[in-house]
Structure formats: C-alpha cells, structure tokens
C-alpha cells in the first residue's frame, strides 16, 4: 500500500470545508446577481483556456530530461501525476460551469432544486478558486525544474569536450 501523504489530505479536506462554508455564506448575496455569475463564468472561462496551455506545457515530450530511457521514464511519472492534477481542476471548472448553466435552465421552474444547485456551483466555484491558487508556484517549480536541468545538460556537455 502506498504512503499517504497527510499534507495532501489536510489540504484537501481544508479546501472542502472552505468550499463549503464559502457557498453557504455566498448563497445569500448570488440572490438576483447576475454580475456575480457573470463574473464567475468569466474567470473560469479564462482559466480554463489558461489551464489548457499548462496541461499542453506540462505534456511536452521535449521536456522529458535528456539521456537514457531509464531517466526518461521516471520523469514521466512525475509528468502523469502532474497532468492529472490539472485535469482535475479543469473537470472542476468545468462542473461549475455546467453548474451555473443548469441553474439559469431550471431558474424560472424548479426554485428547490435550482437552490440545491446554485449552493452545487458556489462549492465548485471556491473550490476551484482556492485550487487555482496553486498554479502560478506549479508553473514556477516546472520552469525552475527545466532550467536546471538545461544547466545540467550544459555542464555534461562541457565534461564530454574537455
């Protein structure tokens, strides 16, 4: 059985109860404010695109360390579980889209069960935000991760010459 890493769970349990506590209290102020969910669809519209481009960042086979397939192949371990990562928070945003679109349909009919779902995309909706926080340091520690490995790329180069 692998090793739980307890950091993650306290995240992830953390990041619920905020998401949760977050649409209990939002609930309240979306009542006939479109702005606020214009504002949620566009921030999630945009990251989503942005999203996209990291997962293309992150799935470059060029940034696979240089050498023997051996070396390749555990940094694609470290690439998978990255990737997974980040689709996760694209289905999120993607589920309080769908969320919000589902609650403008059922709006005007079904008040009871448009309440449950507006309370649905305002936990995404944090949820996703929170997580989003996390991506300018994961974008920043891939880079920093192909930047030393071009250094040392570099410096086996020059050792092969000398």
Same mark, same amino acid.
């Given at each position: 059985?692998?090793?739980?890493?307890?950091?993650?769970?306290?995240?992830?349990?953390?990041?619920?109860? !905020?998401? =949760?506590?977050?649409?209990? *209290?939002?609930?309240? &102020?979306?009542?006939?404010?479109?702005? +606020? /969910? @214009?504002? #949620?669809?566009?921030?999630?519209?945009?990251?989503?695109?942005?999203?996209?481009?990291?997962?293309?960042?992150?799935?470059?086979?060029?940034?696979?360390?240089?050498?023997?397939?051996?070396?390749?192949?555990?940094?694609?371990?470290?690439?998978?579980?990255?990737?997974?990562?980040?689709?996760?928070?694209?289905?999120?945003? !993607?589920? =309080?889209?769908?969320?919000? *679109?589902?609650?403008? &349909?059922?709006?005007?009919?079904?008040? +009871? /069960? @448009?309440? #449950?779902?507006?309370?649905?995309?305002?936990?995404?909706?944090?949820?996703?935000?929170?997580?989003?926080?996390?991506?300018?340091?994961?974008?920043?520690?891939?880079?920093?991760?192909?930047?030393?490995?071009?250094?040392?790329?570099?410096?086996?180069?020059?050792?092969?010459?000398?």
């Amino acid at each position: 059985m692998s090793q739980l890493d307890h950091h993650k769970i306290k995240y992830a349990v953390a990041v619920v109860l !905020l998401g =949760a506590i977050g649409a209990y *209290f939002a609930k309240p &102020l979306m009542i006939n404010n479109q702005d +606020a /969910i @214009n504002v #949620i669809v566009t921030v999630f519209s945009i990251l989503a695109g942005f999203l996209v481009a990291i997962i293309t960042l992150i799935g470059d086979p060029k940034s696979l360390p240089s050498g023997s397939w051996q070396i390749a192949e555990l940094a694609r371990d470290l690439t998978y579980s990255r990737l997974k990562r980040q689709k996760w928070l694209f289905y999120i945003y !993607l589920t =309080a889209l769908a969320l919000i *679109f589902l609650s403008m &349909l059922l709006k005007a009919k079904f008040a +009871a /069960i @448009n309440d #449950i779902i507006e309370y649905c995309y305002l936990f995404f909706s944090v949820v996703a935000f929170i997580l989003s926080f996390k991506l300018p340091s994961m974008l920043m520690d891939l880079q920093k991760e192909r930047i030393e490995q071009e250094i040392t790329e570099r410096r086996r180069a020059e050792n092969i010459q000398d």
